[in-house]
């Protein structure tokens, strides 16, 4: 018996089984059509079945959305390519090589269409390890950087990213760009550290541990902190205000109206939480 159409053509899919066989195990479970096909390729390419498969859209679109999976964190950006939008220039770089990789993979480690057609009928292809899998990819990936002179584009990218480039998620890539961008984009950033408005010996709120780090980072922002401070109400705006003009509590609670300064103390608890909210409904 022939293989089917053992003539591949330079548009075929064929030529990315290589890819495919190379993919580690914990990503070919989620795809469910490169899952489908057997780790014997002679059974794929004897197959017209198969082949059918192998040819099919949802084949290209699996094998491109798992190849550029592994591509896109040796980049050298935050997170995963899930965490960002189509927008993003890095996310469409990842496609840009993928072809290349592709071939730098049959030249690298031999990895090709004739390596698996050597692969005895019997034999089924084993998963690679992880770590040797990453290793090749991060490999491939500065090979094709410097091929194709993506350097300069990488470079720009990391240095002005925009909100457009991220999914809405409540990812650590995402919140590290965000508290980077509020913090460095704004020229008329000012202190406004709810953290030190909050201090008091008596409260015991001045013991904030570095899990609301976060909430002052983002706070000394003017850009976000505007936004946040739209949604307080108007008392609760004038002792941040007030606060922030360096007025003890004391001070303020005379000047507002409260009885004693206990009062100040808890709009301000109320404004602390309120804020931790806000930042996790906006993902900072």
């Given at each position: ?188 950033v000012q202190t406004v550290s709810l953290e030190e408005y909050m201090e ?10 570095d899990s609301s780090a976060a909430f002052e980072d983002n706070i000394i922002a003017e850009d976000f ?60």
């Amino acid at each position: 018996m022939s293989p089917i159409n053992l003539e591949i053509s330079r548009d075929s899919n064929l030529l990315y089984l290589p890819l495919m066989y190379f993919l580690p195990e914990e990503l070919i479970i989620r795809c469910p059509t490169l899952r489908a096909l057997p780790r014997k390729v002679r059974e794929v390419i004897y197959s017209a079945e198969n082949i059918s498969i192998v040819e099919s859209d949802q084949f290209l679109a699996e094998i491109m959305e798992a190849g550029t999976a592994l591509i896109f964190p040796h980049f050298g950006f935050g997170g995963w390519k899930e965490h960002y939008t189509g927008y993003c220039p890095v996310y469409q770089l990842a496609y840009y090589i993928f072809n290349p990789i592709c071939k730098l993979l049959g030249t690298e480690i031999g990895w090709n269409i004739q390596a698996l057609m050597n692969i005895h009928s019997n034999q089924e292809i084993p998963f690679f390890q992880p770590e040797y899998i990453k290793a090749v990819i991060a490999n491939l990936v500065k090979r094709a950087i410097e091929e194709h002179g993506l350097q300069p584009i990488l470079k720009v990218v990391r240095a002005i990213p925009c909100d457009e480039d991220f999914e809405r998620w409540d990812t650590n890539a995402r919140k590290d760009f965000i508290r980077k961008w509020y913090h460095t984009r704004s020229k008329r950033v000012q202190t406004v550290s709810l953290e030190e408005y909050m201090e008091d010996e008596e409260s015991g709120i001045h013991e904030i541990e570095d899990s609301s780090a976060a909430f002052e980072d983002n706070i000394i922002a003017e850009d976000f902190c505007g936004r946040f401070k739209s949604t307080l109400s108007k008392r609760d705006m004038e002792i941040l205000e007030l606060r922030a003009e360096g007025h003890t509590y004391e001070e303020i609670a005379r000047r507002l109206g409260y009885k004693t300064h206990s009062g100040v103390l808890k709009r301000m608890n109320a404004v602390k939480k309120a804020f931790i909210e806000y930042e996790n409904k906006y993902g900072q």
